[in-house]
């Protein structure tokens, strides 16, 4: 009985060194994983009461502001405008697939002022994933399949949907998003109506599994989407409070 209770723990431990192992290639791959939204300006114009010397001061302050999740850098200030370089840390994640990951998004503020308006942009934004460094020898062994699961999933959706883990073109995440849908309709639509038979057993067991490969895929892109949308509302709505400050005592 000790012998086979020393044999099921050393092969827990293979088991898990070679997860471990497999872990460590996939974060190389993921190191420096941009998700690129190529060829896409976001901007808006603001009308305010203020001249131009104002908007000007008010950008630069903005500029300024930094916090612990939101870094920027004034990069270039002329008599119309200013640019700046952003980067924006998002907050820990609490879904199982995503608490494993990181999420960054760098881009380039660019705010054109004049009298009683201003042209703001939100400049080519790269969004950096990355995997959380974890001490994967205090995992279980459910973590670590969960671990695994999930930069299995990153790496999938890099080499299927984009040229390979360097780059992801965010314009192409809504349509993505789309066949994803379609996809796992159809393919439970399908399973609807295959039968009992040992053949159609063995479908619905391969359907199964590309569902769930399917429907991780569709939770990241999602919330990748929505990550990048949400920080683009706050970046006009943060900006816009700024700029409205008035030099009035």
Request: charged share 35%; with cysteine; glycine share 2%.
């Amino acid at each position: 009985m000790i012998y086979s209770q020393n044999f099921y723990y050393l092969c827990r431990e293979i088991k898990n060194l070679k997860q471990m192992k497999r872990i460590v290639t996939m974060i190389t791959l993921l190191i420096g994983l941009n998700l690129i939204l190529s060829g896409q300006e976001r901007s808006k114009i603001f009308e305010n009461e203020l001249p131009k010397a104002s908007n000007l001061s008010n950008a630069v302050l903005w500029a300024a502001e930094n916090t612990v999740r939101w870094k920027k850098t004034l990069n270039l200030k002329d008599d119309s405008k200013v640019i700046i370089g952003t980067v924006f840390y998002f907050p820990p994640e609490k879904n199982e697939l995503l608490k494993y990951l990181k999420f960054k998004l760098k881009y380039q503020s660019k705010i054109e002022v004049k009298d009683h308006r201003y042209k703001a942009s939100l400049d080519h934004p790269v969004l950096k994933i990355s995997a959380k460094g974890v001490e994967m020898r205090y995992l279980s062994s459910k973590e670590l399949e969960q671990y695994e699961r999930t930069l299995e999933t990153v790496i999938r959706i890099g080499e299927e949907h984009f040229t390979g883990l360097s780059e992801w073109d965010c314009e192409k995440i809504p349509s993505l998003i789309t066949h994803k849908k379609q996809e796992i309709y159809g393919l439970k639509t399908e399973k609807e109506n295959l039968s009992s038979k040992r053949k159609d057993r063995k479908r619905k067991k391969r359907i199964d599994y590309r569902l769930e490969r399917i429907e991780d895929e569709l939770l990241i892109l999602e919330n990748l989407e929505n990550k990048v949308e949400e920080h683009t509302l706050q970046f006009f709505s943060d900006l816009e409070k700024s700029m409205s400050k008035s030099e009035d005592w």
